[in-house]
Antibody, heavy 126, light 110 residues
Framework: EVQVVESGGGLIQSGGSLRLSCAAS????????MSWVRQAPGKGLEWVSV???????YYADSVKGRFTISRDNSKNTLYLQMSSLRVEDTAVYYC????????????????????WGQGTTVTVSS | QSVLTQPPSVSGAPGQRVTIFCSGN?????????VHWYQQLPGAAPKLLIY???NRPSGVPDRFSGSKSGTSASLAITGLQAEDEADYYC??????????FGGGTKLTVL
């Protein structure tokens, strides 16, 4: 079964650091791009970061310079290292698989986030 | 404030049709990027509902359909059912290669 399971959330003080993990099964984390999406309490979805199969990374402006996305292919796990945490980073963090691929000419095709975890909650206190 | 604009709420009676609009600009939807839709049932993680504007993943009823035109997209739900009550989000790319979501629309089945 294709699934992802997040862990690592918790209560942390403002300015602190936390590392989220996302264990994948049924597929390999480097075969697709993988994203982190968060949802603050009572709010909508906010895209946080992506790592492509070729290891390029991109970040939302709100977390750039503070968060780092990475993966460990040997553990088939995606990570999100969060530092200099702020109260406004409080949210449920979802790990997602992006349904995408590159064809033989290098053209990129993206079909949305087709696998979501159950989320892990990060609470940043002041 | 979300990059893509959706109405905060829509409602409809069972059996009716509702449409949720998603408005972008020339840097996202209007730049040619596809639109994807997600359904989030109460207390659950989001689920991919429509991909690349008008395609349904396996298992999604054909009551759900999507379309895209210019800088906007829409999600239509026909034959509304109580189980469709959820939050719906559109998603696309921005020219900066970041991904963007709409603010979400809460669907209430009357």
């Amino acid at each position: 079964e294709v699934q992802v399971v997040e862990s690592g959330g918790g209560l942390i003080q403002s300015g602190g650091s936390l590392r989220l993990s996302c264990a994948a099964s049924g597929f390999t984390v480097n075969s697709n791009s993988m994203s982190w999406v968060r949802q603050a309490p009572g709010k909508g979805l906010e895209w946080v970061s992506v790592i492509y199969s070729d290891a390029r990374t991109y970040y939302a402006d709100s977390v750039k310079g503070r968060f780092t996305i990475s993966r460990d292919n040997s553990k088939n796990t995606l990570y999100l290292q969060m530092s200099s945490l702020r109260v406004e980073d409080t949210a449920v963090y979802y790990c997602t698989r992006d349904q995408d691929y590159y064809d033989t000419s290098g053209s990129y095709y993206y079909y949305g986030m087709d696998v979501w975890g159950q989320g892990t909650t990060v609470t940043v206190s002041s | 404030q979300s990059v893509l604009t959706q109405p905060p709420s829509v409602s409809g009676a069972p059996g009716q049709r509702v449409t949720i609009f998603c408005s972008g600009n020339s840097f996202n939807i209007g730049a040619g990027y596809d639109v994807h839709w997600y359904q989030q049932l109460p207390g659950a993680a989001p689920k991919l509902l429509i991909y690349t504007n008008n395609n349904r993943p396996s298992g999604v009823p054909d009551r759900f359909s999507g379309s895209k035109s210019g800088t906007s997209a829409s999600l239509a739900i026909t034959g509304l059912q109580a189980e469709d009550e959820a939050d719906y989000y559109c998603q696309s790319y921005a020219s900066s290669l970041s991904k963007v979501f709409g603010g979400g629309t809460k669907l209430t089945v009357l």
